[in-house]
T-cell receptor, first 112, second 112 residues
């Protein structure tokens, strides 16, 4: 248990659906991250939030829309995804000014 | 392009042996280095971090850093079958906001 939770753990959606992934951290940290992990590929950083402000968008398509309403919660809103977006989506949290990241369990997303 | 390179493996070692996992990185300005363990279907779990040249030991794990050679390694002593997993090397590259660049990982198989 790392103090970072993610829901849902598994999600199957069609290409026309809209869904959201949720991440919650109980570590009192101020930086939160979204990563994508596809089979046989390295972890890809998608978004970075620091003190609820987006500080990095790693050229992610607009069909992925992040939201950070407070320092404990992070969302990833999904719409009109493609089958190649199927992957494990991981949330991580880090203390402000530190670079040690702790990961949640991930959401396994399948786009049909 | 800032990169982190790892041999994908699998690295097969007998139980009780020392497993040696290696990682090279391209950004000479990098300051922080991390090793994560990822079991199949699970999220990455932080094992160790190292900031200074030399060795850092934690139980059966030793991280070694050589900034001049841009090389970081992880030694696992007395390897156990439960150590069988993919080991991810991550580097905090200079510039940007505390973002980690991950290698693709080395799969370790410890056989009885």
């Amino acid at each position: 248990e790392t103090g970072v939770t993610q829901t849902p753990r598994h999600l199957v959606m069609g290409m026309t659906n809209k869904k959201s992934l949720k991440c919650e951290q109980h570590l009192g940290h101020n930086a939160m991250y979204w990563y994508k992990q596809s089979a046989k590929k390295p972890l890809e950083l998608m978004f970075v939030y620091s003190l609820e402000e987006r500080v990095e968008n790693n050229s992610v398509p607009s069909r992925f829309s992040p939201e950070c309403p407070n320092s404990s919660h992070l969302f990833l809103h999904l719409h009109t995804l493609q089958p190649e977006d199927s992957a494990l989506y991981l949330c991580a949290a880090a203390g402000l000014g530190t670079d040690t990241q702790y990961f949640g369990p991930g959401t396994r997303l399948t786009v049909l | 392009q800032k990169e982190v390179e790892q041999n994908s493996g699998p690295l097969s070692v007998p139980e009780g042996a020392i497993a040696s996992l290696n990682c090279t990185y391209s950004d000479r300005g990098s300051q922080s280095f991390f090793w994560y363990r990822q079991y199949s279907g699970k999220s990455p779990e932080l094992i160790m971090f190292i900031y200074s040249n030399g060795d850092k030991e934690d139980g059966r794990f030793t991280a070694q850093l050589n900034k001049a050679s841009q090389y970081v390694s992880l030694l696992i002593r007395d390897s156990q079958p439960s150590d069988s997993a993919t080991y991810l090397c991550a580097v905090n590259m200079s510039g940007g906001y505390n973002k980690l660049i991950f290698g693709a990982g080395t799969r370790l198989a410890v056989h009885p």
